[in-house]
DNA sequence: ACCTGAACACCGTTCAAGT
DNA sequence: ACCTGAACACCGTTCAAGT
């Protein structure tokens, strides 16, 4: 028992179980609250020894982008090209969805690790066996963008779900911007029964994702070519 | 003179002299080092000051983000929807261009300001007034998201702006990644002699936009409804 | 050689003391 | 009543001292 301490009941530390756990407490307490001495707190273990698997915080940030990219369904073997790159991206929003903290991350890197490479590389793949040329590719990686990875996009995150205003300060919004009114009224009306909150947000997200399918759909179709 | 201190020679603190002294010094050294006791600094203010204009950082952040939504030009009086709509949104691209670390921002809100409330209104009012239902203008709005604010939405910023990497790397890379390389080697044999560093950004960003513009006034030509 | 406590150079914000 | 210095409760990371 001599020399025994409290450490060595712990599983060593990893890489792996670092990044894990990052994502844990992230999902538990929200990237703002996500620091370095939290981080080990929950691991049981001093700050500074998160450094021997981590280079820096970036690095852990970079490190858990990967491990989510890990969760999103790989490809579909078969099918058309629209609905296996459909799939794979309702997939990774599944996997945005539990993690919300991802996106404001995914917005902060600079550089795409060799896991995020891979994904875009077998994403591409789709496409072009799709039969979509290299070009006409390049342009709608571009135009997919983030969506490729599950983003929504939306300016903001949920700003219908503020507790109904009074009839004061609903008509005072009314006269201010009555377009947003005239949605959001129509919006409140047709789901009064369904959801209390707004807009339903799988329906958004799929319609923005046809749109964006359907078109690149035509340009395949026509044979668009540049210039 | 006497009690004549050299504060009396400033012009006296206000929150649009603090939100534009934000928004300067954002652009000079980038929003990570944007700090309410820096920004005191450059106005030769006690950090304390800024808090009779602005209630904290996240009220400065959205003050900030008021004056560039201030940037853009308002709507074109004449002329159809979609060259409206687009020339709004490409001038909007114009001031995120000016300032990189908006976009940032922007995803960090969670709340839009009276100032960008407004901007969407007058963005909903130029699909309204240009033939879109209330339901397709709302699900338009949600698939434009935060493109409407000339958000590019690309998944990195600048990736193949690293080094031209040496023929061992780039072996390397064309077995990891041979759709990626497929794509790189196209654009950079294309563009060698137009631009070094890679993509026509611009020119990515237009066709993503028509992408889904000529979309929408498909769904309009057809007299799309919900259902 | 490895590990780690203390220290450094920062934060945003509170609050009590000063005018 | 207004203003502000010091203090509080944090950060990420360096580094020298300990084993």
């Given at each position: 028992?001599?020399g025994m301490t409290q450490q060595v009941r712990r599983a060593p530390l990893t890489r792996?179980?670092?990044?894990?756990?990052?994502?844990?407490?992230?999902?538990?307490?929200?990237?703002d609250a996500l620091s370095m001495r939290k981080l080990a707190q929950t691991l049981g273990?001093?700050?500074?020894?998160?450094?021997?698997?981590?280079?820096?915080?970036?690095?852990?940030?970079?490190?858990?982008?990967?491990?989510?990219?890990?969760?999103?369904?790989?490809?579909?073997?078969?099918?058309?090209?629209?609905?296996?790159?459909?799939?794979?991206?309702?997939?990774?929003?599944?996997?945005?969805?539990?993690?919300?903290?991802?996106?404001?991350?995914?917005?902060s890197r600079t550089v795409p690790t060799p896991v995020v490479l891979a994904y875009m590389?077998?994403?591409?793949?789709?496409?072009?066996?799709?039969?979509?040329?290299?070009?006409?590719?390049?342009?709608?990686?571009?135009?997919?963008?983030?969506?490729?990875?599950?983003?929504?996009?939306?300016?903001?995150?949920?700003?219908?779900?503020?507790?109904?205003?009074?009839?004061?300060?609903?008509?005072?919004?009314?006269?201010?911007?009555?377009?947003?009114?005239?949605?959001?009224?129509?919006?409140?009306?047709?789901?009064?029964?369904?959801?209390?909150?707004?807009?339903?947000?799988?329906?958004?997200?799929?319609?923005?994702?046809?749109?964006?399918?359907?078109?690149?759909?035509?340009?395949?179709?026509?044979?668009?070519?540049?210039?």
């Amino acid at each position: 028992m001599i020399g025994m301490t409290q450490q060595v009941r712990r599983a060593p530390l990893t890489r792996d179980r670092v990044l894990r756990a990052a994502v844990t407490l992230a999902d538990a307490t929200g990237i703002d609250a996500l620091s370095m001495r939290k981080l080990a707190q929950t691991l049981g273990v001093v700050p500074m020894a998160l450094y021997k698997h981590v280079a820096n915080k970036e690095e852990l940030l970079d490190g858990m982008l990967d491990v989510l990219v890990g969760e999103i369904d790989p490809p579909a073997a078969a099918g058309d090209w629209r609905t296996a790159v459909r799939q794979r991206i309702l997939s990774a929003r599944q996997v945005l969805l539990h993690h919300p903290w991802a996106s404001r991350v995914i917005e902060s890197r600079t550089v795409p690790t060799p896991v995020v490479l891979a994904y875009m590389d077998s994403m591409i793949g789709m496409f072009r066996t799709g039969g979509l040329s290299v070009d006409l590719t390049h342009h709608v990686m571009h135009a997919m963008g983030s969506r490729i990875l599950g983003f929504s996009q939306e300016l903001f995150g949920a700003p219908p779900s503020a507790p109904p205003p009074d009839a004061e300060i609903a008509r005072q919004m009314a006269g201010r911007y009555p377009y947003i009114t005239e949605i959001t009224t129509r919006v409140a009306h047709d789901e009064a029964s369904v959801v209390g909150s707004g807009c339903d947000d799988q329906f958004e997200f799929e319609f923005s994702l046809d749109l964006l399918l359907d078109g690149i759909e035509g340009l395949r179709l026509r044979g668009w070519t540049p210039r």
